[in-house]
């Protein structure tokens, strides 16, 4: 065997740089998982270099959208990022729905490598229910049978003050993704609130997500607990190598997942064609681990695991090479071995390591006979996710190993000290940080600091992401890792043991890197700044070269004027822009009037991300979390009483009822309003994108009804009909008798529509009340005055059925040839009732569905920009520490501004709340977290406890 030691200077070869100075990485800090309706996401941004993980000075503006369960992006800011780092807060008031959502961050520049490199992060938004329970259970047991499988639970209930839910009636539902019934029964609670139920899944049942829903009758379900036989895990046999060669040494990686998306700890035993035990396996941690065996030419292999499932391997190639990389994580070396069969033996092939995305070693090597073994020094690696490449002389890729390499670079030292480890409520508590580099130097870097009462937020140094885990190791993994911080001692050392293992078992199963790219092409500019841009075309749609433009910004707080001149290609910037939070931008040419006949402006849109492809796992609904999210309801409730009580109103009331768009049009019960605040977030796009995300339930279904209209949109199940200021939109656009084709004209009608000319959007049910179609319509072929439909009715007769049909038959004249028309009034005069829901567009050109554009001029409107609000925190001086009002924060601090000194020191301190009132009385304690970055590329976190009492 050969050995080779390779010593290289990591930071001076040029195609690191070349190639890892490309990449972005962005972190965020928040200061809690899970919120109600009323909270406020803290947040802190870390953008650093990829390789390096120095603070990103070629971006300066981030991106970050709270994103739903039905994929859209709810809310979406942009902020300014200074040496790195950047800070906002997205207010969480009632116009969210409570769910699972995800909190996800990115720069224009990142887009170039697709979306893997975004940061993403699940969080949970409660709601307000005061009747909610809180529902645990035991892992089911579960017995094969002839009809399928016997299923038996045991379920606690407890009220929300955690007293057991005593001799209670419970309906239970057991239901398919969609919400179908499968079984249905009725139960009771004992005395402790325990009860078991038990039921029979047919195998076809049991092979899909299956949810028990529990709750008072099927009106009233008070949770949705997704049930897990553990007879369908989903376990990945994954060869080191790639392949299983025969007659070698081979290593299989295996990751078992149950059906909640979760690592499943299993046990088994391999199994070949003969019948013959070669080996047994057991996870390691999180349903992972690894086994080794030799297997033969001409067998096959099967795992067989403890619940009767079966698993067949790859299938043993004759001849192939492998990758072997062993390593003791104390060990200052990686030991990679090469092995190949006589068919691959004697041969030249190219070894590559690969870091964070920049290559750090290449050579071409030999292969004979016998097995090559090669060291590499752990400090020629930075610490992360490192790959080993294997190709044969033509470049193709044979196979791949990736390690995780931890020489402790890149750690900050973080100490916090507290003059006392327990408080009393509302005392005053100092806190002293400490920041060190790995030689125990001072370190002058930006920290995040957040406190949360423990009984109200569940945060778990272990379980949660931290900026070391995300920065070193998830971001370079695919899939979920599940408790990041397990693989992170607190002291900074190496992980042993099991620890190690067990993260060498996620590198063989999860650790495929993620960086597939072209680097000859970029297709979206990094952002130093905001700027303006577009291109100017005249009326033979060729470049208007020199062009004058000034640009008008209009924005609640900015008002600014700014003159260019466009470039020979009539392309042009606006650069050095005051900062504004949400603004309208104008481009106009400054040529005379006449002469701006044909000038088209177009400018430069901001390329939005797909959030198609996000999936959020229903398996995000940990039982503690209800537990602490309940508190905090609970404890808010009871400070709204006293606020109540003592001041006469409730505090903060935000009333967001379904108020009428002033100049919009009134068609009936309003059932949904989106208003100009809600629409210019999202002002860039087109009309289509913006029903598609703003009204909830929309769609596109080809329908042919056969006593109601014909329409191509739906909300929910009932069919949709679409009016732009008043009329209906099929007037705008030529109508074919072509369904397909008439679809295909009304879709590219909106995609044509620019967005920023819409006003609002609302949504009726007009089975309250007529639509005025034939006042409308004849307000189009007279003076286009439309009459004011608020005001009072003259004539009652109109809302009869014969004032209804009176007001059709005058639409049908006035659209002659439509037999539509015939099918309408035929319905309504056999006594139906459309279920039909109208979609009102107002415009602010007021023009209907007749689109019209003034020459020589542009509308923009920027994603709005957040400059962070200041958390608030109550100062308990001697004016108000008898304050009779309850203090029940669960965040108790934030601070996104720690800054420590030349001496590597800083100094925050903050007060206690009271007890909570979901605690009775008991004491409780305050998680303290804070992580950050220096200027040199090292990262660090910290948590400590401290007690109040």
């Not at 070349?18 to 941004?45: A, C």
């Not at 409570?98 to 709601?127: C, E, H, V």
């Not at 059709?808 to 009732?833: F, H, T």
Request: charged share 20%; aromatic share 10%.
């Amino acid at each position: 065997m050969r050995y080779c030691c390779l010593l290289m200077l990591l930071f001076i070869c040029g195609n690191v740089f070349s190639q890892s100075s490309l990449r972005e990485k962005l972190y965020l800090h928040t200061d809690k998982n899970d919120y109600v309706l009323g909270d406020t996401i803290w947040f802190k941004t870390y953008l650093v270099d990829a390789f390096t993980l120095l603070p990103v000075i070629r971006s300066g503006i981030e991106y970050v959208e709270l994103i739903d369960e039905n994929k859209k992006a709810v809310q979406r800011i942009a902020l300014h990022s200074f040496a790195g780092t950047g800070f906002g807060d997205i207010a969480i008031d009632t116009a969210f729905a409570p769910g699972n959502y995800i909190l996800r961050a990115y720069t224009n520049w990142m887009q170039n490598f697709g979306d893997s490199l975004f940061f993403q992060k699940q969080l949970t938004i409660g709601g307000a229910r005061t009747d909610d329970w809180l529902v645990t259970s035991a892992p089911p047991v579960v017995k094969e049978s002839d009809k399928g499988y016997d299923i038996s639970v045991v379920y606690q209930f407890k009220e929300k003050n955690l007293e057991p839910l005593h001799n209670r009636p419970v309906s239970f539902f057991i239901t398919d993704e969609a919400g179908r019934t499968m079984q249905a029964g009725k139960l009771q609670t004992d005395y402790q609130g325990k009860l078991e139920a038990t039921f029979t899944l047919t195998k076809q049942q049991a092979g899909s997500p299956v949810f028990a829903r529990i709750g008072s009758s099927k009106k009233d379900i008070k949770k949705i607990i997704p049930l897990f036989s553990g007879k369908n895990i989903d376990l990945q046999l994954l060869p080191e190598s790639g392949h299983l060669v025969a007659g070698l040494p081979n290593t299989v990686g295996f990751k078992a997942i149950a059906e909640d998306g979760l690592g499943y700890d299993i046990k088994g035993v391999i199994k070949d064609n003969t019948g013959g035990e070669i080996i047994s396996f057991q996870s390691l941690y999180k349903g992972m681990g690894s086994f080794n065996f030799i297997p033969e030419a001409g067998k096959t292999y099967t795992a067989f695991l403890q619940n009767g499932q079966q698993v067949a391997l790859p299938k043993p190639e004759p001849e192939g090479i492998l990758l072997h990389v062993s390593q003791n994580y104390i060990d200052t070396a990686i030991r990679l071995q090469i092995q190949a069969t006589t068919a691959f033996a004697n041969k030249e092939y190219i070894l590559q390591a690969d870091a964070k995305g920049a290559t750090v070693y290449k050579e071409k090597i030999v292969v004979k006979s016998e097995a090559v073994v090669l060291r590499f020094p752990k400090s020629t690696f930075p610490t992360g996710v490192a790959r080993f490449i294997l190709q044969n002389d033509k470049g193709q890729l044979l196979s791949e190993r990736a390690i995780f390499v931890n020489n402790n670079s890149h750690r900050l030292n973080i100490q916090l000290q507290t003059p006392l480890q327990s408080y009393h409520p509302r005392d005053s508590i100092p806190v002293n940080i400490t920041v060190k580099d790995k030689e125990g130097k001072p370190v002058l870097g930006s920290f995040s600091f957040a406190v949360t009462d423990d009984s109200q937020v569940k945060k778990d140094s272990k379980a949660d992401q931290n900026i070391l885990s995300y920065l070193l190791l998830q971001s370079d993994l695919k899939g979920t890792i599940e408790t990041p911080g397990y693989y992170f001692s607190s002291a900074g050392a190496p992980p042993s043991g099991d620890r190690g293992a067990a993260l060498d078992a996620l590198m063989l199963t999860q650790g495929f890197v993620r960086y597939d790219w072209d680097t000859a092409t970029f297709k979206y500019e990094a952002e130093p700044e905001f700027v303006v841009k577009g291109k100017v075309n005249n009326m033979l749609n060729k470049s208007a070269k020199n062009a004058k433009l000034t640009l008008l910004g209009n924005g609640p707080k900015v008002h600014f004027l700014r003159d260019t001149t466009c470039n020979t290609s009539g392309e042009f910037t606006f650069t050095d822009l005051p900062a504004f939070d949400t603004i309208t931008l104008i481009a106009l040419s400054r040529s005379k009037i006449g002469s701006r006949f044909g000038l088209d402006i177009k400018l430069q849109q901001a390329a939005l991300p797909n959030t198609s492809n996000l999936a959020l796992p229903y398996h995000y609904n940990r039982v503690g979390m209800d537990t602490a999210l309940l508190n905090t309801l609970q404890n808010s409730q009871t400070y709204d009483q006293a606020f109540l009580k003592k001041n006469g109103f409730l505090p903060n009331v935000i009333v967001k009822g379904k108020t009428r768009i002033q100049g919009a049009f009134d068609y009936g019960e309003l059932m949904q309003t989106v208003g100009p605040d809600e629409i210019k977030p999202g002002i860039n796009k087109n009309l289509l994108d913006l029903l598609t995300e703003k009204v909830k339930g929309f769609g596109i279904r080809a329908l042919n009804l056969k006593r109601a209209l014909e329409t191509n949109f739906v909300i929910g199940n009932r069919p949709a009909m679409i009016y732009i200021d008043g009329l209906y939109m099929d007037r705008g656009l030529f109508v074919r008798e072509d369904k397909q084709q008439l679809l295909e004209n009304r879709l590219s009608f909106l995609r044509a529509y620019n967005g920023y000319d819409i006003k609002s959007i609302e949504v009726f049910n007009p089975r309250t009340s007529y639509r005025k179609y034939g006042e409308f319509e004849r307000a189009l072929s007279e003076d286009r005055k439309v009459p004011d439909h608020n005001a009072p009715e003259d004539n009652k007769a109109q809302n009869s059925l014969q004032g209804i049909l009176g007001e059709l038959s005058r639409v049908k004249q006035a659209l002659p040839g439509d037999s539509r028309m015939d099918r309408i009034l035929q319905n309504i005069s056999q006594g139906m009732v459309l279920d039909i829901l109208d979609i009102e567009v107002t415009t602010y050109s007021g023009t209907g569905p007749f689109k019209k554009t003034t020459p020589g001029q542009s509308y923009l409107y920027p994603q709005p920009f957040s400059y962070g609000k200041t958390f608030y925190a109550p100062r308990y001086n001697a004016n108000y520490i008898n304050d009779s009002l309850p203090d029940y924060r669960s965040t108790i601090y934030w601070n996104p501004l720690v800054v420590t000194n030349a001496n590597g020191e800083a100094n925050v301190s903050f007060y206690a709340a009271d007890l909570p009132s979901s605690n009775s009385g008991k004491p409780v304690t305050y998680t303290l977290w804070i992580e950050g970055m220096d200027l040199e590329g090292n990262v660090g976190v910290k948590t400590e406890k401290i007690e109040v009492k």
